[in-house]
Structure formats: C-alpha cells, structure tokens
C-alpha cells in the first residue's frame, strides 16, 4: 500500500485552499493603503485621507507665519494662545493622517518662507520629531507625534530667552 498517494492530493488541495483563502483576505484590506478607513482627532473631528500629492500649505493657517499642512484639523481642547507684552505665546495643537517624516519634511520645506531659521532637531525620542526655529524675539518649537493613521503636531511659539556672555572667568590664584 502506498500511503503517499493518497496524501499528495489532500497536500494539494490544502495548499491551493490555503493560497485561495490568503488571496482573499488580502483583498478585504482596500486600497492597500497604509491609513485606515476612518480617523478621528482628539475633538472628534473627522479627518480626511491624505492626498497622493503629499503635504501642502493650507493658505488658511491659523498661525499667520506658522503653515499649517492641508488637512490637518486643529485640536482646541488642547490648544492656547495669549499676548504678554511684545510677545506671543502659542501652543497649537493640530491632528492630521499623514507618515511623520513627510510631516518633519513639510516643515524643513516651508518655514524658510515664513521667515523663521532652523535652530536645531532633537532626535532623542524615537516616537518624536522635535525642531526648532527662531525669528525675531520668537522661538518656535513643533513636536511631531504619531504615524500614518493620526500624526499629532504640537506648535509652540514663545519670547526667546535672552542669551547672556559668561562670566568672566577668575584669575588665578598665585601662591606667594
């Protein structure tokens, strides 16, 4: 008796029901997009899928000097602005479906327009990209947040603290 025989054809059939049953999953998830079908932000408010033509100035930013990405809704139970004196003290809160590095690229790609200069990245945090700029008096920090089904970018804009020269370092002291 030949038990191999019988074998083979269930072997086969398991294997063509397996390669037919993992064909039609893949087919349920869409698009194959990497976002979700719907994402929501902090407040509730529905966010839209992103466009194919990546992330742009939305000419109706809040933050007159700061862009705002297309898309992006602003989160205002999580979000302040007050003037004290000369200067201004902001810190928006925005939420938006988009990959954090093409977030921090929107960013680099843009504030040079708005007549800030880049002061610095900390990539200390592997779950945050955090820059910042200066301009004026100002300093603007933005911490981006998230990945692809809700990327959360936090604005915060306040008086730059005044830089003062060190001290003067002591002569030393001599022994006699």
Not at 150 to 175: F, H, M, Y
């Amino acid at each position: 008796m030949n038990v191999f025989r019988i074998q083979r054809p269930a072997v086969l059939l398991g294997l063509i029901g397996l390669t037919i049953l993992s064909t039609g999953l893949a087919g349920c998830r869409g698009t194959g997009s990497p976002f979700p079908v719907l994402a929501y932000s902090d407040d509730g408010d529905l966010l839209p899928r992103p466009s194919s033509a990546g992330l742009v100035v939305d000419p109706n930013s809040p933050i007159e000097d700061v862009p705002k990405p297309v898309g992006f809704v602003g989160v205002p139970s999580r979000s302040t602005s007050r003037v004290d004196g000369n200067h201004r003290v902001v810190l928006h809160v925005y939420q938006g479906r988009a990959n954090r590095l093409d977030a921090a690229a929107f960013f680099r790609r843009n504030l040079d327009d708005f007549g800030w200069g880049i002061d610095g990245f900390d990539t200390g945090d592997l779950n945050a990209t955090v820059q910042t700029y200066a301009k004026g008096n100002e300093s603007l920090r933005i911490t981006i947040t998230g990945d692809g089904s809700k990327v959360t970018l936090n604005v915060a804009i306040d008086g730059r603290s005044s830089i003062s020269a060190p001290a003067p370092r002591p002569a030393p002291v001599l022994p006699e």
